[in-house]
């Protein structure tokens, strides 16, 4: 083979074979029988033909076959993919309709173009009041808060139940003057901390006086308030008119309570890149190949959309995967993303657009990574006159065309972080990583083999803050069962948590301070009882027992503390016991400290 193709099979079986000869001693040094009978001798030989075929191959693989093994791990070709952003206001001219496809710009030619994907109903209202509404009663103005943008707040309190709310109070007329059936009201959310891939659902009604309004949720870029991004409500069964009203947003299904640093009306969110059509009439030929004149097409939901129009109709034909398998009827076209190409039938392996017949192609174009720019630039909405924005975060998610390089990059990253789930070790460390949903500490049980029912792996989760909620268990194991191998379930449930207090009488060295000393206890005793790992530190077993004895030798090893007089956990004076998936759970407010000093009686 040439330089350009360089021979890879520089191994073969015989070589495979001798190495791993070689290293028995050291790996199974009570493995003596290195004959052709021993059945070890056997497995190993069948590996080294296995692994001298898969050399062989490594230089012979087709590209179209490297795709395709990227394809097996959910890897598919996609052009430029465009960036996005927010564009909060700055200054307003005022109600607006944005329509669909608007352009924003800075006015910079080195800056690529945005543009808004959903019309937009750019209100007159003004926010006037931000609240939590708790179930349990009582409400929480966040008005000040919101409006400084940089503290950041609980929507619906620390907890999310599904009863809490967010009550947005609005002054003026919601609607333009305008209004179209499909815009829907922008309203933009920072996030203090992003959740990852965490989600909730969020319901959202319009309140006016004592009429209530459903306002569906048209596209939640923010994950339910988890992450930044920009909430579209759709408008359509809101009446104009209304000039004092609340939007009402309240929870569902969710796992993390959110944290954001502000949320207001009338945020555009938009995208890098273009639409371009392209026009051209059929000379009827078998094979007809249409050249995109625009180069940079994206792609990453689909080839680009084809129409072929005749006779006064328009009929649109889909994409396939290969011609070589349409009917001579089927009226399909195959996207080549290589050569920017879109390719039809010859009348047999798909069906020739009639000759004189119009084709229209509509496609996506983006400039890729050119579109991520840093925060802070100043934007001009098109059309909009007065309007102005400025992009608070930085946007991003724009990259370069996946070409074979990338998909040997990702194909190596997904099968070393996203493999099944076979030990408990695989199991503890994909739950630790799981984004956005504050997994802090968990301990799995291997399935029993020799249970009946299927193999059942459980795992005791718990929270960085807790309580550990039936709707964050019920996330946790959502995101991990994909990955449990066939056959096998997984259960995640919280701790059993035992409430402990601790009752102790101390006796003081002279002139210390009770007050403090008891302040000293109490830091000692949760740092002692630690569930949660901080800094490094160890935390308490699960199952462990609590043993008086040992707690006593803390408290005595303490700076200031002569004598532990007496002492209890929970009314027991030698073991707590704890089941195997129990953890203490200290109490300082039930704990009793009783201090003495030397010389005096208790």
């Known amino acids: 083979m040439t330089a350009l193709a360089p021979d890879l099979f520089d191994t073969d079986f015989a070589q495979l074979l001798a190495l791993a000869h070689a290293r028995l001693p050291q790996l199974a040094p009570g493995w003596t029988d290195y004959n052709l009978h021993d059945p070890g001798i056997t497995l190993i030989e069948l590996l080294a033909w296995v692994t001298e075929a898969q050399i062989y191959s490594v230089a012979r693989v087709r590209t179209d076959e490297r795709w395709a093994f990227g394809a097996l791990l959910g890897m598919a070709p996609h052009g430029p ?222 080839a680009p959309t084809v129409t072929v129009e005749f006779d006064n109709e328009q009929q649109r034909w889909p994409a396939c995967a290969n011609l070589t398998a349409a009917e001579p009827d089927h009226a399909v076209h195959r996207f080549d993303a290589d050569r920017g190409r879109i390719l039809f039938g010859n009348g047999i392996n798909g069906r020739i657009p009639p000759a004189g017949a119009t084709i229209t192609v509509d496609y996506d174009v983006s400039e890729g990574a050119a579109g991520n720019l840093n925060a802070g630039s100043r934007w001009i909405l098109r059309g909009g006159a007065g309007h102005l924005y400025t992009n608070l975060d930085a946007t991003g998610g724009g990259a370069p065309a996946l070409d074979l390089a990338q998909l040997r990059r990702q194909a190596r990253a997904s099968v070393r972080d996203e493999h099944a789930i076979v030990t408990a070790h695989d199991l503890e460390t994909a739950a630790l990583a799981l984004p956005g949903l504050d997994v802090a500490r968990v301990h799995s049980v291997a399935p029993d083999p020799m249970q009946v029912l299927p193999a059942a792996w459980v795992l005791v989760a718990m929270r960085g803050t807790p309580p550990e909620t039936p709707h964050w268990l019920a996330h946790v194991q959502r995101a991990l069962a994909p990955r449990v191998l066939l056959g096998e379930r997984l259960q995640v449930r919280a701790p059993d948590f035992l409430p402990v207090a601790v009752t102790a009488i101390l006796t003081l060295r002279q002139g210390v301070d009770p007050a403090a000393m008891h302040r000293r206890v109490i830091a000692m005793l949760a740092d002692y009882f630690r569930l949660v790992e901080r800094a490094g530190g160890p935390v308490w077993p699960l199952g462990r027992p609590v043993r008086v004895g040992d707690l006593k030798g803390w408290l005595l090893r303490m700076d200031g503390v002569t004598r532990v007089v007496d002492c209890s956990v929970s009314g027991a004076r030698d073991v707590l016991a704890l089941t195997p998936t129990s953890l203490p759970l200290f109490q300082p407010e039930r704990s009793s400290m009783i201090f003495t000093t030397d010389g005096a009686q208790p």
């Not at 947003?249 to 944290?259: F, K």
């Open 81 to 302: 993919l465009p960036a996005s952003g927010m564009a909060w206001p700055t200054a307003s001219g005022g109600a607006l309709l944005a329509r669909a496809g608007s352009k924003l710009d800075t006015g910079q030619p080195q800056v690529p173009a945005f543009r808004l994907e959903s019309a937009i109903n750019i209100t007159a209202a003004t926010l006037t009041r931000v609240t939590t509404r708790l179930h349990g009663g009582g409400e929480l103005d966040h008005t000040a808060a919101n409006a400084r943008g940089d503290i950041g707040f609980a929507p619906f309190g620390p907890v999310a139940g599904p009863h809490d709310a967010l009550v947005l109070s609005f002054t003026g007329n919601l609607l333009v003057s305008e209004p179209a059936r499909d815009a829907c009201l922008a309203m933009g959310v920072r996030v203090a901390g992003p959740r990852g891939a965490a989600t909730a659902c969020i319901t959202a009604t319009l309140v006016a006086g004592a009429r209530h309004y459903p306002m569906l949720m048209h596209a939640d870029g923010t994950g339910g308030l988890l992450r930044s991004g920009v909430m579209l409500l759709a408008l359509h069964e809101v009446p104009d008119g209304l000039d004092q009203f609340d939007i009402v947003l309240t929870p569902a299904d969710v796992a993390v309570a959110p944290r954001i640093l502000c949320i207001r009306p009338n945020v555009l969110p938009m995208r890098q890149g273009w639409s371009p059509q392209q026009l051209l009439v059929s000379n009827g030929m078998p094979g007809q190949a249409i050249t995109l004149d625009t180069p940079g097409a994206s792609y990453p939901d689909g």
